[in-house]
């Protein structure tokens, strides 16, 4: 079955400290990879996207993502985190074809402290 | 670019009511999709509406549905509504699916319902 995990519910890092986020996904087929963030009580921000290609990443607010086949993972990073960071951030798989359906994990709370 | 856009923002509703949620996709987008988020239980997949056809549902009951209109904007009904209900319904658009490149799914901010 088609699934994601990220192992980290909640993460707490000093602003300025540098940011990874975890995710393995598991997927019978190529996967095509997704990375959003959710700030409190508004929808999803698009980060970056892994369809095929090279494997690192670039997004948008300075995050990347590396994709890694061998260990099913996509996990996100950033060098310098900001405070602006603060959110929930989803690990997303799919859509398969002919079901439209993204598959999340169940997100990761980040929380910068000053 | 103007980007998805749901309304109400906020509803609230009494248990049994039906409740009616809409969803405008960004300008050339023809899929849209809902998805439920509820407290505890993460982003879940309701239903994909493509050139005004239902492509494909969740797992959620027919008290569920929807349509998808000419000008490609959505329309989400929840019937006999239920106090577990009460989650945020966040709409997304795509470009036509015609592979994995036209697949990236674009958010709107969402319409917490809340069932009393």
């Known amino acids: 079955a088609q699934s994601v995990t990220q192992p980290d519910i909640h993460i707490t890092v000093s602003e300025g400290a540098s940011l990874e986020l975890r995710c393995n996904y598991s997927?019978?087929?190529?996967?095509?990879l997704f990375w959003y963030v959710q700030s409190p009580g508004q929808g999803l921000q698009l980060l970056l996207k892994?369809?095929?290609?090279?494997?690192l990443v670039q997004g948008i607010k300075g995050f990347e993502a590396e994709f890694k086949r061998s260990q099913s993972s996509f996990n996100l990073r950033k060098p310098s985190v900001h405070w602006s960071d603060a959110a929930e951030y989803f690990c997303?798989?799919?859509?398969?074809?002919?079901?439209?359906?993204?598959?999340f994990g169940q997100g990761t709370t980040l929380q910068v402290k000053p | 670019e103007a980007g998805v856009t749901q309304s109400p923002t906020h509803l609230i509703k009494t248990r049994g009511q039906q409740a009616t949620l809409r969803c405008s996709p960004i300008?050339?987008?023809?899929?849209v999709y809902w998805y439920q988020q509820a407290l505890g239980l993460g982003l879940q997949f309701l239903l994909w509406?493509?050139?005004?056809?239902?492509?494909n549902r969740g797992n959620f009951p027919p008290r569920f549905s929807g349509r998808q209109f000419p000008n490609y904007s959505s329309e989400l009904n929840v019937n006999a509504l239920e106090l577990e209900d009460s989650a945020l319904y966040l709409c997304?658009?795509?470009?036509?699916?015609?592979?994995?490149?036209?697949?990236?799914?674009?958010f709107g901010p969402g319409t917490r319902l809340t069932v009393l």
């Open positions: 997304a658009s795509s470009l036509e699916y015609v592979g994995p490149t036209t697949d990236t799914q674009y």
């Open positions: 997927y019978g087929a190529t996967p095509y």
């Open positions: 892994y369809f095929s290609g090279d494997t």
């Open positions: 997303a798989v799919g859509p398969s074809s002919n079901t439209g359906k993204l598959i």
């Open positions: 300008s050339g987008h023809t899929s």
């Open positions: 509406y493509d050139e005004g056809e239902e492509r």
